[in-house]
């Protein structure tokens, strides 16, 4: 039955019915009953069926359930992820661009008919606490069961999201999906931002097929947020609450692999914890910003739950994420130890099960397939695949903000942007300004490591880490981002640059990462509350050594000192030349050559960054 009486969601869901045929149409109330009855369905599929899912062991595992997708199947494919927008110039350079009647044209055969002798799924979430002024509503239509369980923990879904809607708005996001063939030849993932809508077919891998997460909240909504005067961005938000009991909020944007969940669930080191410290968790991949009626700048996070790598998450590198997977989690592309019906993943533990079944589905002696070589590779083969996820709900974590389902959201102290850097960038440094922040973040970049396929060391630019998530032209993007800037003048986030990654010349990382962290966090508190001075640097504002609290700091053995911090400040002139030909060479080539454009306030940064930094080289 209907959950809505919205003219507009009955009318596109008869329509979407019509072009994809299904059988028999399901809304999605999000009931237990309704979510049980259909885990009872996925999960008595034959054995062999693709869809299958499987229930893991009860008393270990509350709740949790296991899939693994095709092979060809495990990943975001951002060769095949469109933004379809009237004009091509819209898209921008760091986007694949189609006509969107063009794109219609290509894809309306392969929905024709493709959910005959399937039940279509009608999904309805809300990205962001119900009621918020800065939630939105999404409604997903979907043939995979396994698309509706992980949309329930992603999201707030079933018929309270309609709340927000109404019975005459038109203001929802249309995503369709069909898992189709799962033919790779012909997977797509489009974004038409103009008619809010999403069309995602053959494929049936979280990324490309939860469509609230980066379709919706970082594509559509980015391009949502430039019309309508907020912003969407790829950012975990975390909280810091201090000895006097106030919280400092604060976000981070890092392109993938560089530690936005271990940073958005760190434990502070004992020092701090003994001071009263705390960190708490309000996202960690989406973060949706709005100045509120204070003129400060308000984050939500639109999600409900962590879709987060497994292999490398452990008791150690993150303990509050570990925490999370215990009970209500989906695991994909995972091991499973068949002892005792659990998961496993590589640096879970130094323990990997003798009876196992790799992600593919052999059953292996976890601890011999894994000493294998692989011989196209040359890589030791992994039980996980290395991008094998858990979907796990944020209540689980044990350090979630009492803020999370805020309406209001939190207010936002700092911004940081950081990347892999084996040198080159500082430990931590402050823009002078909104503007040079804006610059700094257009010039994220990571370096690929040995762990990728490809030369190793070789700059990446993601900036603001939304290259693969903008929704419409990065220089227009970039231009929003100083309009932002202007509409928050002096109550405008300060913004931070940081780099984890520092290593020496055999490559050993310099600053320990992880809890540590909180070491940098805190100086970045102080300078939001003028409390500690800063030393200008060509580059911006880094810290005096000595404010960089190593109290307690033995990394590899040893003490940490207030050298060891000034070396992770030092600055290399001659690299830093590199660096701003490279960041021409990127505005240019990369961006202004290919239609982007380029803000001239963002061409003055890189011009006077130039200056400064000629003038300390000499
Ligand atoms: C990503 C993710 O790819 O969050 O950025 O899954
Ligand atoms: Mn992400």
Known sequence: MALTNNKNVLAWVDEMVALTKPDKVVWIDGSKEQLDALTEEVTSLPEGNRDKMYKLNPEKLPGCLYHRTLPNDVARVEDRTFICTKKKEDAGPTNNWMAPDEMKAKLVPLYDGVMKGRTMYVIPYSMGPIGSPLAKVGVELTDSIYVVLNMNIMTRMGKQAFENLGDVSNDFVRGLHSKADVDPENRYIVQFPEENTIWSINSAYGGNVLLGKKCFALRIASFQGKNEGWMAEHMLILGVQKPSGETVYITAAFPSACGKTNLAMLIPPEGYQKAGYKVFTVGDDIAWMKPGKDGRLYAINPENGFFGVAPGTNEKSNPNALACTKSGTIFTNVALNNADNTVWWEKLDKNPPVDATEWKGAKVNGPEFIAEVDEKTGKNKTLAHPNSRFTAPAENCPCISPEFNNPAGVPISAIIFGGRRASTTPLVYQSFDWTHGTYMGSAVSSETTAAATGAVGVLRHDPMAMKPFIGYNVGDYWAHWLEMGEK??????????????????????????????????????????????AVETPIGYEPKAEDINVDGLVYEGKQFTSDDIADLLKLDMDKWESEITEMRRYYDEDIKAKGGNIPAALYEQLDKLEDRIKKAAK
């Open 488 to 533: 928050l003048g002096d109550k405008a986030p300060k913004i931070f640059n940081v780099n984890w990654f520092k290593t020496d010349d055999e490559g050993n990382f310099l600053w320990p990462g992880f809890g540590d962290n909180m070491r940098v966090l805190d100086w970045i508190i102080k300078r939001c509350e003028g409390t500690v001075d």
